[in-house]
């Protein structure tokens, strides 16, 4: 639970960020306003998701939509006391309307995301539990022009390419 008040904190802080730097053109430019902010918003929560339950590979969709849902949650409550404290000039039911309501995309997101993570991560462990093992190269081999340098972790299908997957280390 503490893991998902942080993240929601962190999506609330990028959509406060942006609305900071973009508060000059709020009111001349609103579609374009919106819209920016909108894509942090997206940005933020799919970033936040394959950051949080790629560890998490026993997770349902559900589950996934209900940290959605809880990130949304510590959203409404940081705005809820920012607009306690003044910050909001709008009513609450203007604010439901137009600020809290683009927070329904986060659980639809988290929801979406958790089935390609799960089909991701095993395809990745089906890739490499079927992979050939390398052929040992020799020494003149490896100092060869365009071949890959010793050590170098590849795909595992043949091609040279290498395997630009980084694992993120535990949340």
Same mark, same amino acid.
């Given at each position: 639970m503490k893991r998902v008040v942080v993240y929601g904190c962190a $999506?609330?802080?990028a959509l406060v960020a942006i609305?900071?730097?973009l508060l000059p053109a709020e009111g001349k430019h609103e579609a374009l306003y919106?819209?920016?902010k909108l894509t942090v918003l997206v940005a933020a929560v799919l970033g936040g998701t394959i950051r949080y339950l790629s560890h998490r590979p026993t997770l349902t969709a559900v589950s996934a939509a209900l940290v959605g849902a809880g990130w949304a949650a510590v959203c409404v409550a940081l705005d809820l006391l920012l607009y306690a404290s003044g910050a909001? %000039?709008?009513?609450?039911?203007?604010?439901f309307t137009d600020v809290a309501s683009s927070y329904? $995309?986060?659980? $639809?997101?988290t929801a979406l995301t958790m089935p390609w993570l799960t089909f991701r991560d095993r395809d990745? $462990? #089906?890739? #490499?539990? #079927?992979?050939?093992?390398a052929p040992a190269m020799s020494a003149p081999a490896a100092l060869s022009p365009g071949a890959p340098s010793p050590g170098a972790? %590849? %795909?595992g299908d043949g091609s040279d390419e290498p395997d630009h997957y980084i694992p993120v280390g535990h949340c």
């Open positions: $999506v609330w802080a609305s900071l730097i919106e819209s920016i909001f %000039t709008v009513g609450l039911d203007v604010y329904l $995309v986060m659980p $639809v997101i990745r $462990v #089906h890739a #490499h539990a #079927h992979a050939a093992p972790a %590849t %795909t």
